[in-house]
Structures are given as structure tokens and as C-alpha cells.
């Protein structure tokens, strides 16, 4: 490839997320040894991305792609294309699957290339989480179906992270408790955990949310019981629970510790879709909350684990195996909406970030007018 090629990505202020800018960079058509550049076709918009941006300092988010001082560019699950290619054994016109920049382009330093995809080396990489560096290869996914691409990309990485934290809790003997905590139980990650406990079948689950998102979580089918967070004061503070805290809100988080005490046997802190309500963790006099104290969830430590207990091969099959599940289930209750061009992702990104998007449809960006 010889043309220059104008590469646009979607940026936030990261003090001040609510400020959006899409910025324009000019590619020369030279690749250096190793290096790929790949075509970004469309990706997932959904909560997780909120998230990345509240823990993209703590956990490195904002170091997947580098930025210009005081931006930062929101990972996101999707699909792109190699459109130029100057490493051997990566051919111009594969399909990869993985962590992607809100952007048209991204040009990476390819390694560890095999038959089911590679990773992105480039220095910057150092000390990240090498699952958030892979790119699958399409065509290697026993299981590629192009007419559920949009459902994979909304799903698969929030099922993944969702999978993992009920498989956590069952490998720790889900600390003595016999129910879980859901908060913002309409979004997807929440949504998928309650799915996969379900599939379990050890034990209940809770769904906390707003009055209005209530009739759609009842509607799911997936949680044993639905309440407002307004009604946390009617739970049997007796039931020795697990949280797992997808929404954020330290408010909400201390109403529950509060409430069940030292019956709250794990406190999990996973998204961040009331992220404005975050203020450190503590009540609010300032002390530190009452049962479990609240550990963020870091999901590649999990599957870390998992891959030396089963083998890499093994971990893959159950995860695919259950996602499939959740795939036909999100098929019933997702209705996609597919949207291109920089207003658009801008636009689309606001309502995500101030709560206000449709829990019922999901949403699928390109930067492509």
C-alpha cells in the first residue's frame, strides 16, 4: 500500500468525558518491518466502554492506544479488515476480531502470529494485559457465523468479563453466600451475568435498577427477582449475599453494605454505569463500609488462572460454549441499531455516558460516513 490514507479516531477529554473530538491523522503508505495496518469495519458501543473510561488510569485502558497529553482513546470490541500488511504470514484482506480504537484505522506492530491470529507488540503495549493485545482470526473461529458479527461484537466481550466473575465466585466457593446483588441490572454485563448464573444453577439472583428500566429486567427472565434500588431496605438483610457492582454508584454500594453488614460476603466492583455517583468508595461520612470490603474485578487475572487449571484449549471451548447460549438469548431481547460517521459516535457515546441509551437495543458504530 502506497496511497496515504487520512485515519480518523473518536477522542475524549479524560477529565472531562463529556468533551468528544474526532481527530484526523495522515497515514504515508509505508509500513516498517512487522508492521499492519488494519481497517476498522464497525464496533460495539455499550457500558463497557464507560467503564474503560473510570478505571482507564487504574487498570491501563488508556494505554491500549496512546494519545495526545489529557485524551484518550475508549478500547472497544469489533471487526476490521488487514488493508496493508509488511509481516509474513498476515495477508491483505483477512478478517480479525478483537480490542480496537473508536477510529477508521489502526496501525499495529504485529507478533506471535499463528494459525488463529496475532497480537499487537508495539512497545507501548509493555505491562498490559496480553488478552487485550490478541486479534482473532475470523476465518480460524470454528464457529464464524457473519450474520451474527454484530451480536458477537455487543456480547462476547461483556459476556466474557461477565462469565469470569460467576466463574470466580464458583471457584472461591462464592464465599459462603447463597444469592447474588445485581446492580444496574439492565445493562448488558449485567444482564449476561445473571444468564451465566442462572446456567449454574447454585444460586439466586438479585437485579437491582431504576423504576423505569424495571418491567425490561423482569421481561428478561434471567434474575429470580427484580427490586428498585429505592426497595434495597426490603431484601432479608439474613441472606448471606455477593454484590457485584456494575453500576457504580457508591451510594447505591453503601446502601447494600449497609443493609446486609457482615452478611455481604464479596463485594465486586465491575462497571461504572452511574459513574457521576462514584466518590470513593466510603459512605458518606467518610468511613469505610460495613461487611466485605470492595475489590475491583480484573478479569485477565481470572482467565489467567484458568488457562494454567484447564489449558488455554479447554477454558476456550466452555467460554464458546456458553456464549453460544447467550448469543440465541441475546438474539430475543436485543434489537440492534447500526449507526456511521463521527456525529453519530459522538452522539451515541453522550447518551451511553449520561444513562440515557435504549437498554433494550444495541448499538454498532463505524467512523465511516
Known amino acids: 500500500m502506497s496511497e496515504t490514507t487520512t485515519i480518523q479516531t473518536f477522542e475524549v477529554n479524560r477529565s472531562n468525558w463529556q468533551q468528544t473530538r474526532t481527530v484526523d491523522e495522515t497515514f504515508d503508505g509505508v509500513l516498517q518491518d512487522q508492521e499492519v495496518l488494519l481497517a476498522i469495519d464497525r464496533f460495539a458501543l455499550t457500558a463497557n466502554n464507560i467503564s474503560y473510561c473510570v478505571s482507564g488510569d487504574m487498570l491501563g485502558y488508556w494505554r491500549f492506544f496512546p494519545a495526545q497529553e489529557g485524551w484518550g482513546r475508549i478500547p472497544a470490541m469489533g471487526f476490521a479488515d488487514v488493508v496493508a500488511s509488511n509481516c509474513p504470514g498476515i495477508a491483505v484482506g483477512e478478517r480479525v476480531w478483537g480490542f480496537l480504537p473508536m477510529a477508521t484505522h489502526l496501525k499495529i506492530q504485529a507478533g506471535s502470529v499463528n494459525e488463529h491470529g496475532?497480537?499487537?507488540?508495539?512497545?507501548?503495549?509493555?505491562?498490559?494485559?496480553?488478552?487485550?493485545?490478541?486479534?482473532?482470526?475470523?476465518?480460524?473461529?470454528?464457529?464464524?457465523?457473519?450474520?451474527?458479527?454484530?451480536?458477537?461484537?455487543?456480547?462476547?466481550?461483556?459476556?466474557?468479563?461477565?462469565?469470569?466473575v460467576e466463574d470466580f465466585m464458583f471457584d472461591n466457593n462464592h464465599f459462603g453466600a447463597s444469592q447474588y446483588l445485581i446492580t444496574s441490572a439492565s445493562s448488558k454485563t449485567s444482564i449476561a451475568l445473571a444468564f451465566a448464573v442462572r446456567e449454574r444453577g447454585l444460586l439466586s439472583a438479585v437485579g437491582l435498577t431504576s423504576a423505569g428500566n424495571k418491567s425490561f429486567v423482569e421481561g428478561l427472565g434471567c434474575y429470580d427477582r427484580v427490586i428498585t434500588y429505592d426497595e434495597i431496605g426490603a431484601l432479608d438483610a439474613a441472606i448471606p449475599s455477593i454484590v457485584v457492582d456494575m453500576a457504580g454508584s457508591d451510594k447505591t454500594?453503601?446502601?447494600?453494605?449497609?443493609?446486609?453488614?457482615?452478611?455481604?460476603?464479596?463485594?465486586?466492583?465491575?462497571?461504572?454505569?452511574?459513574?457521576?455517583?462514584?466518590?470513593?468508595?466510603?459512605?458518606?461520612?467518610?468511613?469505610a463500609l460495613p461487611g466485605a470490603e470492595p475489590v475491583f474485578f480484573f478479569a485477565p487475572a481470572q482467565i489467567e488462572k484458568r488457562n494454567a487449571d484447564w489449558g488455554t484449549g479447554e477454558v476456550m471451548k466452555r467460554l464458546s460454549q456458553s456464549l453460544a447460549k447467550f448469543l440465541d438469548f441475546g438474539a430475543q431481547i436485543l434489537t440492534v441499531k447500526r449507526q456511521h460517521g463521527a456525529q453519530a459516535m459522538a452522539d451515541s457515546y453522550l447518551q451511553m455516558l449520561a444513562g440515557t441509551a435504549d437498554a433494550s437495543v444495541g448499538y454498532v458504530m463505524s467512523l465511516r460516513d
Open 118 to 164: 496475532f497480537k499487537d507488540v508495539s512497545a507501548h503495549r509493555d505491562g498490559l494485559a496480553p488478552v487485550y493485545a490478541s486479534f482473532d482470526r475470523v476465518a480460524a473461529a470454528p464457529d464464524n457465523d457473519p450474520a451474527v458479527e454484530d451480536l458477537t461484537m455487543l456480547l462476547r466481550g461483556l459476556f466474557t468479563t461477565s462469565w469470569l
Open 253 to 287: 454500594l453503601a446502601d447494600i453494605h449497609h443493609h446486609f453488614g457482615d452478611q455481604l460476603r464479596f463485594s465486586s466492583k465491575v462497571g461504572a454505569t452511574h459513574y457521576e455517583e462514584m466518590t470513593g468508595g466510603l459512605d458518606g461520612s467518610g468511613e
